[in-house]
């Protein structure tokens, strides 16, 4: 009993020690992670071509506007909705200040000697999360009728990979952006008594349903990101004709 007793406080004094020794791991990885999807992003958008392949649509450039004055890529029309909802979302701030800046690096590790003095000045951007996600929700409900598109080809209803892979991500889209921290309040905040105020149940089953994808942001926020940039890459490859879209019915 004396060893088991001994043994376990030096254990956790050798597991901290283990993870502030590694505290470089997650920022870097993170880094990398959101680097090589902005590099992606970018080059996706500048192209301009092969976003569509059949009655697949890339998300990048979904819902497709093609305007004669406009003499940019189209998706440039598009992007600045989820680019700017995930550039102020409360998890990808901490995710990047962590990876990018160092500030801090990880919990139990001091951030570089600075004066934190809030976001101001140009990280006053960030306040607009909140408008961005409105947007983002019109999204949502676009990126699911182009799922639903998904299903009909030109010799009529059918499933094929694309298909698959285009409803897997209006899903995990869905999941990022209910999970939002700011319409968890915008649906339940404010109210100490829901049977106190007008649709006070409705807004109640509303605020669980946020909470249950809330309860993942962060893993619905990392899926979401691979799997829209794989949607791209995969219509893109079957528009080039690097790939043939496999049909299933």
Known sequence: MSDTTT???ARLDFLETQRQDNW???PLATGVGLFAFIVYATWGAFV?????AGPYLSPFYSPLFLVDWWPLSPAFLILWVPGGFRFTCYYYRKAYYRAFVLSPPACSVGARPQRYNGERAILLF????????YPALALVVILWIDAIEAFFFSDGFGIGV???VL???AYCLMSFTFGCNSLRHLVGGNVDCYSCVKFGQQRFKAWKVVTFFNKN???WAWISLFWVGFTDLYIRLVSMGVITDLRII
Do not use: C, E, K
């Open 24 to 26: 470089w791991v997650a």
């Open 217 to 219: 942001h962060m893993r």
């Open 162 to 164: 694309g298909t698959i």
């Open 167 to 169: 409803v897997i991500n």
């Open 48 to 52: 301009g071509d092969h976003y569509q």
């Open 126 to 133: 960030q306040n607009l999360h909140r408008y961005f996600l």
């Open 7 to 9: 043994s376990y406080p």
